[in-house]
Protein backbone atom coordinates (compact mmCIF):
# COMPACT_ATOMS: atom_id res chain seq x y z
CA UNK A 1 0.00 0.00 0.00
CA UNK A 2 0.79 3.75 0.20
CA UNK A 3 1.58 6.44 2.56
CA UNK A 4 -0.75 9.25 1.27
CA UNK A 5 1.15 11.90 2.87
CA UNK A 6 -1.86 13.18 5.35
CA UNK A 7 -0.71 15.34 8.49
CA UNK A 8 -0.69 12.57 11.42
CA UNK A 9 -3.36 12.87 13.95
CA UNK A 10 -4.08 11.34 17.31
CA UNK A 11 -6.85 10.24 19.26
CA UNK A 12 -8.83 8.75 21.91
CA UNK A 13 -11.85 7.15 22.58
CA UNK A 14 -14.33 8.44 25.07
CA UNK A 15 -16.77 5.84 26.91
CA UNK A 16 -20.32 7.50 26.56
CA UNK A 17 -21.62 5.47 29.27
CA UNK A 18 -23.55 7.82 31.40
CA UNK A 19 -22.16 6.73 35.14
CA UNK A 20 -18.13 7.19 33.26
CA UNK A 21 -18.93 10.89 32.41
CA UNK A 22 -16.57 11.91 35.25
CA UNK A 23 -14.11 9.77 33.78
CA UNK A 24 -14.77 10.63 30.51
CA UNK A 25 -14.59 14.51 31.27
CA UNK A 26 -10.86 13.84 32.67
CA UNK A 27 -9.74 11.94 29.94
CA UNK A 28 -10.73 14.86 27.48
CA UNK A 29 -9.03 17.30 29.64
CA UNK A 30 -5.60 14.94 29.82
CA UNK A 31 -6.18 14.57 26.25
CA UNK A 32 -6.38 18.41 25.58
CA UNK A 33 -3.26 19.20 28.02
CA UNK A 34 -0.95 16.61 25.95
CA UNK A 35 -1.62 17.82 22.72
CA UNK A 36 -3.71 15.53 20.92
CA UNK A 37 -6.08 16.12 18.06
CA UNK A 38 -9.07 14.30 18.50
CA UNK A 39 -11.22 13.23 21.45
CA UNK A 40 -14.27 10.54 19.13
CA UNK A 41 -17.82 9.38 20.61
CA UNK A 42 -19.21 6.54 19.61
CA UNK A 43 -23.20 6.88 18.75
CA UNK A 44 -25.12 3.85 19.93
CA UNK A 45 -28.34 6.22 21.11
CA UNK A 46 -30.66 3.06 21.36
CA UNK A 47 -28.10 1.77 24.30
CA UNK A 48 -30.48 2.79 27.51
CA UNK A 49 -26.38 2.95 29.18
CA UNK A 50 -25.00 5.35 26.90
CA UNK A 51 -25.44 8.94 26.82
CA UNK A 52 -26.29 10.94 23.50
CA UNK A 53 -23.18 11.71 21.75
CA UNK A 54 -23.82 14.89 20.38
CA UNK A 55 -24.43 16.07 23.73
CA UNK A 56 -21.46 14.44 24.97
CA UNK A 57 -19.60 16.07 22.09
CA UNK A 58 -20.86 19.81 23.18
CA UNK A 59 -19.80 18.91 27.05
CA UNK A 60 -16.60 17.83 25.98
CA UNK A 61 -16.00 21.02 23.53
CA UNK A 62 -16.73 23.09 26.18
CA UNK A 63 -14.14 21.54 29.03
CA UNK A 64 -11.29 21.52 26.54
CA UNK A 65 -9.44 24.06 24.61
CA UNK A 66 -7.17 22.95 21.56
CA UNK A 67 -8.96 19.51 21.04
CA UNK A 68 -11.08 18.77 17.99
CA UNK A 69 -14.22 16.82 18.32
CA UNK A 70 -15.88 13.72 16.11
CA UNK A 71 -18.49 11.21 16.29
CA UNK A 72 -17.06 7.63 15.63
CA UNK A 73 -19.50 7.55 14.20
CA UNK A 74 -22.79 9.16 13.98
CA UNK A 75 -25.34 7.12 12.70
CA UNK A 76 -27.18 8.98 9.72
CA UNK A 77 -30.24 7.27 9.92
CA UNK A 78 -31.45 9.05 13.51
CA UNK A 79 -29.64 12.20 12.55
CA UNK A 80 -31.22 14.52 9.52
CA UNK A 81 -28.60 15.88 7.35
CA UNK A 82 -29.25 19.15 7.49
CA UNK A 83 -29.89 18.70 11.10
CA UNK A 84 -26.51 17.07 11.70
CA UNK A 85 -24.46 19.85 9.39
CA UNK A 86 -26.30 21.97 11.51
CA UNK A 87 -25.46 20.50 14.58
CA UNK A 88 -21.76 20.87 13.46
CA UNK A 89 -21.86 23.97 12.09
CA UNK A 90 -23.18 25.87 15.32
CA UNK A 91 -20.88 24.07 17.23
CA UNK A 92 -17.95 24.84 15.12
CA UNK A 93 -18.53 28.44 15.03
CA UNK A 94 -18.58 28.34 18.99
CA UNK A 95 -15.99 26.46 19.59
CA UNK A 96 -13.17 27.85 16.87
CA UNK A 97 -13.63 24.60 14.51
CA UNK A 98 -12.69 21.92 16.65
CA UNK A 99 -15.43 19.63 14.69
CA UNK A 100 -15.33 17.08 12.62
CA UNK A 101 -18.62 15.04 11.31
CA UNK A 102 -18.07 11.07 11.34
CA UNK A 103 -20.97 9.67 10.43
CA UNK A 104 -21.90 6.04 8.99
CA UNK A 105 -25.12 4.46 7.79
CA UNK A 106 -26.53 3.37 11.15
CA UNK A 107 -24.63 0.16 12.87
CA UNK A 108 -28.03 -1.45 14.12
CA UNK A 109 -31.23 -1.55 11.71
CA UNK A 110 -33.17 -2.84 14.56
CA UNK A 111 -32.00 -0.40 17.20
CA UNK A 112 -32.88 2.14 14.53
CA UNK A 113 -36.39 0.59 14.24
CA UNK A 114 -36.83 0.96 17.94
CA UNK A 115 -36.34 4.62 18.11
CA UNK A 116 -38.24 5.40 15.53
CA UNK A 117 -36.11 5.44 12.33
CA UNK A 118 -37.24 3.63 9.18
CA UNK A 119 -35.05 0.45 8.60
CA UNK A 120 -33.22 0.31 5.01
CA UNK A 121 -32.24 -2.61 3.11
CA UNK A 122 -28.56 -2.58 2.33
CA UNK A 123 -29.47 -0.85 -1.04
CA UNK A 124 -31.30 1.96 0.57
CA UNK A 125 -28.79 2.75 3.22
CA UNK A 126 -26.20 3.17 0.58
CA UNK A 127 -28.31 5.77 -1.37
CA UNK A 128 -29.06 7.57 1.68
CA UNK A 129 -26.03 7.66 3.11
CA UNK A 130 -24.55 9.11 -0.29
CA UNK A 131 -27.40 11.81 -0.20
CA UNK A 132 -26.84 12.19 2.89
CA UNK A 133 -23.16 13.17 2.62
CA UNK A 134 -23.82 15.67 -0.74
CA UNK A 135 -26.81 17.69 1.65
CA UNK A 136 -24.41 18.01 4.80
CA UNK A 137 -21.73 19.38 2.63
CA UNK A 138 -23.35 21.43 0.65
CA UNK A 139 -25.42 22.52 4.21
CA UNK A 140 -21.86 23.41 6.07
CA UNK A 141 -20.48 25.43 2.92
CA UNK A 142 -23.56 27.71 3.40
CA UNK A 143 -25.53 26.62 0.08
CA UNK A 144 -29.23 26.35 -0.13
CA UNK A 145 -30.35 22.94 -0.09
CA UNK A 146 -32.81 20.90 -1.85
CA UNK A 147 -33.79 17.16 -2.34
CA UNK A 148 -36.28 14.90 -3.48
CA UNK A 149 -35.65 11.25 -3.80
CA UNK A 150 -36.81 8.33 -2.66
CA UNK A 151 -34.61 8.59 1.09
CA UNK A 152 -34.52 12.54 1.35
CA UNK A 153 -37.11 14.90 1.24
CA UNK A 154 -35.43 18.78 1.77
CA UNK A 155 -37.81 21.55 0.64
CA UNK A 156 -35.34 24.41 0.32
CA UNK A 157 -33.02 24.98 3.40
CA UNK A 158 -31.18 27.83 3.60
CA UNK A 159 -28.05 26.94 5.52
CA UNK A 160 -26.27 28.44 8.17
CA UNK A 161 -24.28 29.54 10.02
CA UNK A 162 -21.30 28.61 8.08
CA UNK A 163 -17.97 27.42 9.89
CA UNK A 164 -14.79 29.99 9.13
CA UNK A 165 -13.15 26.54 8.67
CA UNK A 166 -13.54 23.51 6.94
CA UNK A 167 -15.82 20.99 8.71
CA UNK A 168 -14.88 17.06 7.63
CA UNK A 169 -17.29 14.82 7.04
CA UNK A 170 -15.62 11.20 7.39
CA UNK A 171 -17.30 7.84 6.87
CA UNK A 172 -17.77 5.27 8.32
CA UNK A 173 -17.89 1.50 7.26
CA UNK A 174 -16.11 -1.54 5.70
CA UNK A 175 -18.23 -3.03 2.54
CA UNK A 176 -17.40 -2.07 -0.70
CA UNK A 177 -20.41 -0.08 -1.70
CA UNK A 178 -19.69 1.53 1.66
CA UNK A 179 -16.09 2.35 0.80
CA UNK A 180 -16.92 3.69 -2.66
CA UNK A 181 -19.15 6.38 -1.44
CA UNK A 182 -16.18 7.03 0.85
CA UNK A 183 -14.02 7.51 -2.25
CA UNK A 184 -16.70 9.54 -4.15
CA UNK A 185 -18.33 11.63 -1.83
CA UNK A 186 -16.56 12.45 1.28
CA UNK A 187 -13.38 13.60 2.97
CA UNK A 188 -12.25 10.56 4.81
CA UNK A 189 -12.87 6.73 5.33
CA UNK A 190 -12.81 5.96 9.29
CA UNK A 191 -12.44 2.17 9.97
CA UNK A 192 -13.73 0.14 12.61
CA UNK A 193 -11.83 -1.23 14.99
CA UNK A 194 -8.35 -3.28 14.42
CA UNK A 195 -10.10 -6.40 16.15
CA UNK A 196 -13.26 -5.80 13.00
CA UNK A 197 -11.22 -4.63 10.11
CA UNK A 198 -7.21 -6.23 10.79
CA UNK A 199 -4.45 -4.75 8.91
CA UNK A 200 -4.61 -7.54 6.62
CA UNK A 201 -7.61 -6.60 4.72
CA UNK A 202 -6.58 -3.28 4.89
CA UNK A 203 -4.77 -2.73 1.38
CA UNK A 204 -7.86 -4.17 -1.05
CA UNK A 205 -10.17 -1.58 1.00
CA UNK A 206 -8.07 0.96 0.50
CA UNK A 207 -7.78 0.44 -3.24
CA UNK A 208 -11.50 0.49 -2.95
CA UNK A 209 -11.63 3.51 -2.11
CA UNK A 210 -8.91 4.82 -4.81
CA UNK A 211 -10.58 3.78 -7.63
CA UNK A 212 -14.24 4.95 -6.34
CA UNK A 213 -12.41 8.33 -5.80
CA UNK A 214 -10.21 8.10 -9.05
CA UNK A 215 -13.64 7.33 -11.16
CA UNK A 216 -15.46 10.67 -9.52
CA UNK A 217 -12.57 12.82 -10.35
CA UNK A 218 -11.10 13.03 -7.11
CA UNK A 219 -7.71 12.65 -5.79
CA UNK A 220 -7.08 9.66 -3.51
CA UNK A 221 -4.54 11.77 -1.80
CA UNK A 222 -7.39 14.30 -0.40
CA UNK A 223 -9.06 11.43 1.18
CA UNK A 224 -8.23 11.02 5.00
CA UNK A 225 -7.86 7.28 6.72
CA UNK A 226 -8.44 6.68 10.05
CA UNK A 227 -7.81 3.48 11.90
CA UNK A 228 -9.38 2.88 15.34
CA UNK A 229 -7.46 0.99 17.15
CA UNK A 230 -8.33 -0.69 20.39
CA UNK A 231 -5.63 -1.90 22.81
CA UNK A 232 -2.94 -1.76 25.58
CA UNK A 233 0.29 -0.48 25.98
CA UNK A 234 2.54 -2.14 28.08
CA UNK A 235 3.63 -5.69 29.53
CA UNK A 236 -0.06 -7.33 30.07
CA UNK A 237 -0.89 -10.82 28.94
CA UNK A 238 -4.23 -11.67 26.51
CA UNK A 239 -6.58 -8.47 25.87
CA UNK A 240 -7.69 -7.85 22.74
CA UNK A 241 -6.67 -5.16 19.59
CA UNK A 242 -3.22 -4.60 19.65
CA UNK A 243 -1.27 -5.25 23.19
CA UNK A 244 2.45 -4.88 23.92
CA UNK A 245 5.16 -2.78 24.88
CA UNK A 246 5.46 1.04 23.56
CA UNK A 247 8.05 -0.32 21.01
CA UNK A 248 5.81 -2.79 19.43
CA UNK A 249 3.33 0.51 19.82
CA UNK A 250 5.14 2.19 18.00
CA UNK A 251 6.45 -0.05 14.89
CA UNK A 252 2.73 -1.04 14.61
CA UNK A 253 1.64 2.44 14.08
CA UNK A 254 4.53 3.55 11.65
CA UNK A 255 3.80 1.01 9.46
CA UNK A 256 0.05 1.35 9.58
CA UNK A 257 0.93 4.77 8.54
CA UNK A 258 3.92 4.19 5.93
CA UNK A 259 2.99 1.17 4.53
CA UNK A 260 -1.01 0.95 5.02
CA UNK A 261 -2.32 4.30 4.40
CA UNK A 262 -3.45 5.46 7.63
CA UNK A 263 -2.96 8.78 8.88
CA UNK A 264 -5.21 9.15 12.07
CA UNK A 265 -4.70 6.47 15.15
CA UNK A 266 -7.87 6.70 17.64
CA UNK A 267 -7.17 5.02 20.63
CA UNK A 268 -9.55 2.67 22.55
CA UNK A 269 -7.69 1.82 25.63
CA UNK A 270 -9.19 -1.74 27.30
CA UNK A 271 -7.74 -1.08 30.61
CA UNK A 272 -6.59 1.55 32.95
CA UNK A 273 -7.45 4.82 30.46
CA UNK A 274 -6.00 7.66 31.96
CA UNK A 275 -2.43 6.13 32.46
CA UNK A 276 -2.80 4.43 29.00
CA UNK A 277 -3.45 7.60 27.22
CA UNK A 278 -0.29 8.93 29.57
CA UNK A 279 1.78 6.84 28.04
CA UNK A 280 0.35 7.28 24.67
CA UNK A 281 1.02 10.75 24.49
CA UNK A 282 4.08 10.77 26.33
CA UNK A 283 5.73 7.62 24.31
CA UNK A 284 3.84 6.50 21.55
CA UNK A 285 2.51 9.28 19.79
CA UNK A 286 6.18 11.73 19.35
CA UNK A 287 8.25 8.61 18.61
CA UNK A 288 5.15 7.76 15.28
CA UNK A 289 5.76 11.09 14.68
CA UNK A 290 9.13 11.25 14.11
CA UNK A 291 9.60 7.62 12.32
CA UNK A 292 7.15 8.63 9.74
CA UNK A 293 8.75 11.84 9.27
CA UNK A 294 12.15 10.35 8.65
CA UNK A 295 10.59 8.33 6.02
CA UNK A 296 9.04 10.72 4.22
CA UNK A 297 12.05 12.54 4.28
CA UNK A 298 13.71 9.35 2.98
CA UNK A 299 10.92 9.05 0.41
CA UNK A 300 11.64 12.12 -0.71
CA UNK A 301 15.17 12.61 -0.93
CA UNK A 302 15.31 9.09 -2.64
CA UNK A 303 18.11 6.53 -3.47
CA UNK A 304 21.89 7.85 -3.17
CA UNK A 305 23.23 8.15 -6.33
CA UNK A 306 26.25 5.24 -5.92
CA UNK A 307 28.34 6.65 -8.62
CA UNK A 308 28.41 10.47 -7.39
CA UNK A 309 28.58 8.47 -3.39
CA UNK A 310 31.88 6.92 -4.99
CA UNK A 311 32.93 10.25 -6.09
CA UNK A 312 32.59 11.79 -2.68
CA UNK A 313 34.95 9.03 -1.48
CA UNK A 314 37.59 9.17 -3.84
Do not use: C
Not at 63 to 80: A, F, K, N, W, Y
Not at 118 to 123: I, K, M, V, W, Y
Amino acid sequence: MTDYGQTLRFGVSIDPTATDYPQALRLAQQADAAGLDLLAVQDHPYQPTHLDAWTLIGQLAARTEQISVMGDVLDLQLRPPTLTAKAAASLATMNGGRVHLGVGGGASAQGVAAMGGRPRTGGETIQFTEEAIRIMRRALDGDAVQADTAEHQVAGYQAGPVPSGHVGIWLGGQRPRMLRVAGRAADGWISPLNIYVAPHEVPEKQQIIDDAARKAGRDPRDVRRIYNVIGAIGPFRGGQGLVGPVQEWVETLTSWAVDLGFDTFVFWPITDAENQLRVFTDEVVPAVRERVAAHRAEQVAGPVDSTMSERNHA
